[in-house]
């Protein structure tokens, strides 16, 4: 049987996560066993809160496969909340965009 990391955290979230403001950079494979994302699984959780959500050169979903597109920052239409391109304007986050978190996750 193999259990991901991310399966592991959210079996027992960390102390250091626990009613904090999360920022979590993630792609399409950012999956649990349930085929949930790791957004949607963060967004439900009342023990922290997700504040923002930062996406790689593909998208978060994939949603620009062939290569070199870049996308641009937008609003998650359901959390109303960041999501940022790490491959667009900018390739790393900004100290802007980190303002407001307490925890960055990385799920690549």
């Given at each position: 049987?193999?259990?991901?990391?991310?399966?592991?955290?959210?079996?027992?979230?960390?102390?250091s996560?626990k009613?904090?403001?999360?920022?979590?950079?993630?792609h399409?494979p950012?999956?649990?066993?349930?085929?949930?994302?790791?957004?949607?699984?963060?967004?439900?959780?009342?023990?922290?809160k997700?504040?923002?959500?930062?996406?790689?050169?593909?998208?978060?979903?994939?949603?620009?496969?062939?290569?070199?597109?870049?996308?641009?920052?937008?609003?998650h239409?359901?959390f109303?909340?960041?999501?940022?391109?790490?491959?667009?304007?900018h390739?790393?986050p900004?100290?802007?965009?980190?303002?407001d978190?307490?925890?960055?996750?990385?799920?690549?």
């Amino acid at each position: 049987m193999v259990i991901t990391g991310l399966e592991i955290i959210l079996g027992n979230l960390p102390t250091s996560i626990k009613g904090k403001r999360v920022g979590i950079l993630s792609h399409s494979p950012g999956i649990t066993k349930d085929f949930e994302h790791i957004t949607e699984v963060f967004y439900k959780r009342k023990d922290c809160k997700l504040s923002a959500i930062f996406g790689p050169q593909h998208g978060l979903h994939g949603q620009t496969q062939d290569n070199m597109i870049e996308w641009k920052t937008q609003r998650h239409p359901i959390f109303n909340i960041p999501i940022y391109s790490l491959y667009g304007e900018h390739r790393k986050p900004t100290s802007e965009m980190l303002a407001d978190l307490d925890v960055f996750l990385i799920d690549l």
